[in-house]
Nanobody, 126 residues
Framework: QVQLVESGGGLVQAGGSLRLSCAAS????????MGWFRQAPGKEREFVTA????????FYADSVKGRFTISRDNAKNTVYLQMNSLKPEDTAVYYC???????????????????WGKGTLVTVSS
């Protein structure tokens, strides 16, 4: 099993920045991809970004390209989400996810991913 714990959420003004962290523990040697999803009030959960654990290849939703950056620290088993130029529509609970399989198209739908964190709330005020 793998446990994921997110941190770094909070309240920020539009145009500001936040950095989220997701620390993985347990059988982390099985992880091949990690990423972030978000769910805004009254909306479905959506893919934000993901990173392959070995090659560091990154994948982004169009809505965050150029503003958000995902990175990883393999030694710390931690993935980060740097969020810049935040907008009120970025307000959501952000969830970390991990999977033993290589990144695939299922990530875009959040389908079948094995491990999830409990989420951290990001609120962007206008």
């Amino acid at each position: 099993q793998v446990q994921l714990v997110e941190s770094g959420g909070g309240l920020v003004q539009a145009g500001g920045s936040l950095r989220l962290s997701c620390a993985a523990s347990g059988r982390t040697f099985n992880i091949h991809a990690m990423g972030w999803f978000r769910q805004a009030p009254g909306k479905e959960r959506e893919f934000v970004t993901a990173i392959s654990w070995s090659g560091g290849h990154t994948f982004y939703a169009d809505s965050v390209k150029g503003r958000f950056t995902i990175s990883r620290d393999n030694a710390k088993n931690t993935v980060y989400l740097q969020m810049n130029s935040l907008k009120p529509e970025d307000t959501a609970v952000y969830y970390c996810a991990a999977d033993q399989r290589q990144f695939n198209n299922n990530w875009y739908r959040g389908y079948g991913l094995e491990y999830w964190g409990k989420g951290t709330l990001v609120t962007v005020s206008s």
